[in-house]
């Protein structure tokens, strides 16, 4: 049974983020005075708690594992209204987990990431799920899919498909599968690596965007860091500049950006007006200690793009 209001799906990662930084530069194989937090992350759900702020009905297909740490998962997607009801639960494995451990100067010293139960997010498991998906206003995907889940994706889902790269290692899970992508949202050395293209300068940059778009992506949104956004699509090129931020943290720019270009499709906004909200709400997402930021809204993405 749909939903009787419009949806959205997102299909993709959560973590458990556990950071730890030093007080005092880090010495090795010994322990370090300092602080550790705890807090939700991953991709796919971090889009979801971006859209969620903005109004969106949001639904998110995930694995979760049997241990507490999918309990705070749950608890916190209900907390923000995030649907849970269709996400695999598997007994036996570990909800996924990153950590991270940083010295006194801020920079990461070693990470580690346990992923795995994202394998279990198989074509059969979104097979189950179809109707639902091809029921929802657009799809988000995130590439800590497993490409053959991906491929299935794809194919089989006719709802939009919005797709985040996430990383370069991962993006080339994305080869041979743009043609069925309706917005795709790539940095430049993922743009680099989907198109073969090397981009040294403007002319480079948009025969970049012009090979995405001939792969068959019917809107590609690039981001070129400090210099804005590159949008196109079809008969359209335009270079949106970055919104002014007073930046406090550099981490979840991408994903909000990925959910005010989900936003704006929903609501219908023009190619450009599209980019100015995603980078109004990446400036948003700046400006807060935590990577999603709490402000975060429809309101507060217009008043930005007005400023």
């Not at 043609?179 to 795709?184: I, W």
């Not at 190619?271 to 200690?289: D, I, P, Q, R, Y």
Request: a neutral charge; glycine letters at 10%.
């Amino acid at each position: 049974m749909q939903n009787p209001v419009p949806y959205v799906a997102v299909c993709g990662g959560v973590n458990i983020d556990i950071g730890a930084h030093s007080f005092a530069p880090l010495r090795a194989k010994d322990s370090n005075p300092g602080k550790v937090e705890l807090s939700l992350g991953g991709v796919g759900r971090n889009i979801a708690h971006n859209m969620r702020l903005l109004g969106l009905n949001v639904e998110l297909l995930t694995a979760l594992g049997g241990d507490s740490r999918a309990a705070q998962v749950e608890e916190s997607c209900k907390t923000l209204g995030i649907g849970l009801s269709r996400a695999l639960r598997v007994p036996d494995g570990r909800t996924s987990t990153y950590v991270f451990v940083g010295g006194s100067d801020g920079d990461m010293a070693v990470a580690v990431a346990d992923m795995e139960i994202c394998g279990r997010l198989t074509p059969d498991y979104f097979a189950s799920q179809l109707a639902f998906l091809n029921g929802a206003a657009a799809v988000v995907l995130d590439t800590n899919l497993p490409r053959e889940s991906l491929a299935y994706l794809a194919e089989h889902c006719t709802a939009p498909l919005f797709v985040d790269p996430v990383s370069t290692a991962k993006a080339e899970k994305l080869s041979g599968l743009l043609g069925h992508v309706h917005t795709l949202k790539p940095n430049r050395i993922e743009a680099e690596l989907l198109t073969g293209v090397k981009i040294t300068d403007g002319k480079s940059l948009r025969a970049a965007a012009g090979a995405l778009l001939l792969q068959g992506v019917q809107r590609v949104f690039l981001s070129l860091g400090e210099s804005g956004v590159l949008a196109a699509q079809r008969g359209e090129t335009q270079i949106v500049p970055i919104c002014k931020a007073n930046a406090v943290n550099a981490t979840g720019a991408g994903d909000a950006m990925m959910a005010a270009l989900v936003w704006s499709y929903l609501t219908g906004r023009s190619l450009a007006e599209s980019a100015a909200a995603g980078t109004a709400a990446a400036a948003l997402a700046v400006e807060s200690e935590e990577t999603i930021n709490p402000k975060m809204s429809a309101e507060a993405v217009e008043a930005r793009i007005k400023r």
